[in-house]
């Protein structure tokens, strides 16, 4: 069974950076999972970030950017805001199918 | 502007059945896939299953095969999800979501329905 592993957790000071990244049981990510990343606050429905490895939104922050990093998918966010705590999840194409990695709880502390 | 309403969603007892609806406007439903995913309680996202333009192509992951089934009705601007033989592991928020054009991915979800499986 494909599993997609995200770090459980991260933290990072405001104005820092840090990198999610978004693993595949089936080997190396490539460009051809069309990874997509979301970002999903308490009580909220998840918001598209990133779709195709890089492509970002019309309301996605220019903080946000997505790419391939040591054979994963990786989401960076450079400047880190205090409003950028929030779940993240990944989403990687399978042949005829998508898998969603766990997600990574993100704390601004 | 773009919008997604589920419905339908409310209690069902174990191996009852049904019927859920993503209403879609703002946009020519016609020309997207569309997707379901769904999040149990204090957990994380779970992609479901997914339909192509015309309605002629789905796919749908291995766990909800034979149990739910995807449909659309684009004269309606209507998604559907039927589910039959539910399970209390089927209990969750189920949202649609709105492929993207060009380039595989998504961008617009709904605010979600809530499913409870439960006797």
């Known amino acids: 069974q494909t599993v997609v592993t995200q770090e459980p957790s991260l933290t990072v000071s405001p104005g820092g950076t840090v990198t999610l990244t978004c693993g595949s049981t089936?080997?190396?990510?490539?460009?051809?999972?069309?990874p997509n990343w979301f970002q999903q606050k308490p009580g909220q429905p998840p918001r598209a970030l990133i779709y195709s490895t890089t492509n970002k939104h019309s309301w996605t922050p220019a903080r946000f950017s997505g790419s391939l990093l040591g054979g994963k998918a990786a989401l960076t966010l450079s400047g880190v805001q205090p409003e950028d705590e929030a779940d993240y999840y990944c989403?990687?194409?399978?042949?005829?199918?998508?898998?969603f990695g766990g997600g990574t709880k993100l704390a601004v502390l | 502007e773009v919008q997604l309403v589920e419905s339908g969603g409310g209690l069902v007892q174990p191996g009852g059945s049904l019927r859920l609806s993503c209403a879609a406007s703002g946009f020519t439903f016609s020309h997207y896939w569309m997707t379901w995913v769904r999040q149990a309680p204090g957990k994380g996202l779970e992609w479901l299953a997914n339909i192509n333009e015309e309605g002629s192509q789905t796919y749908s992951v291995d766990s909800v095969k034979g149990r739910f089934t995807i449909s659309r009705d684009n004269a309606k601007n209507s998604l559907s999800l039927q589910m039959d033989s539910l399970r209390v592991e089927d209990t969750a928020v189920y949202y649609c979501?709105?492929?993207?054009?060009?380039?595989?991915?998504?961008?617009?979800w709904g605010r979600g329905t809530l499913v409870t499986v439960s006797s």
């Open positions: 989403l990687l194409h399978y042949t005829s199918s998508w898998v």
């Open positions: 089936t080997g190396a990510v490539t460009s051809g999972y069309h």
């Open positions: 979501m709105r492929g993207t054009v060009g380039a595989p991915g998504f961008d617009f």
